[in-house]
Nanobody, 121 residues
Framework: QVQLVESGGGLVQAGGSLRLSCAAS????????MGWYRQAPGKQRELVAR???????NYADSVKGRFTISRDNAKNTVYLQMNSLKPMDTAVYYC???????????????WGQGTQVTVSS
């Protein structure tokens, strides 16, 4: 079993910063791409940023220059540093990881439970 546990969400004023963390644990052989998605009320879940094992990244246009994704492969952890936050960034943020569980040859998609980020104007 593989679990993703997020932390770091909260309430912040516009222009402020937050740092999200997501740690993967359990029976893990290998983790490929890790990423962050978000879902605002009444909207579809969308990609925020993702990072490959080797460190290559891609970002949604709406967060480029403000958010930075990083990972610590030794800790199976991915981070999202969010600066210059805007009210439009308000959403539930979900961690995602492509994981090959130990003893298998299949890579599965795993999701965290979500953490609320609220940006007040």
């Amino acid at each position: 079993q593989v679990q993703l546990v997020e932390s770091g969400g909260g309430l912040v004023q516009a222009g402020g910063s937050l740092r999200l963390s997501c740690a993967a644990s359990g029976s893990i052989f290998r983790i490929d791409t890790m990423g962050w998605y978000r879902q605002a009320p009444g909207k579809q879940r969308e990609l925020v940023a993702r990072i490959a094992t080797g460190g290559s990244t891609n970002y949604a246009d709406s967060v480029k220059g403000r958010f930075t994704i990083s990972r610590d492969n030794a800790k199976n952890t991915v981070y999202l540093q969010m600066n210059s936050l805007k009210p439009m960034d308000t959403a539930v943020y979900y961690c995602n990881a492509e994981v090959q569980p130990r003893g298998t040859f299949i890579i599965n998609d795993y999701w965290g439970q979500g953490t609320q980020v609220t940006v007040s104007s």
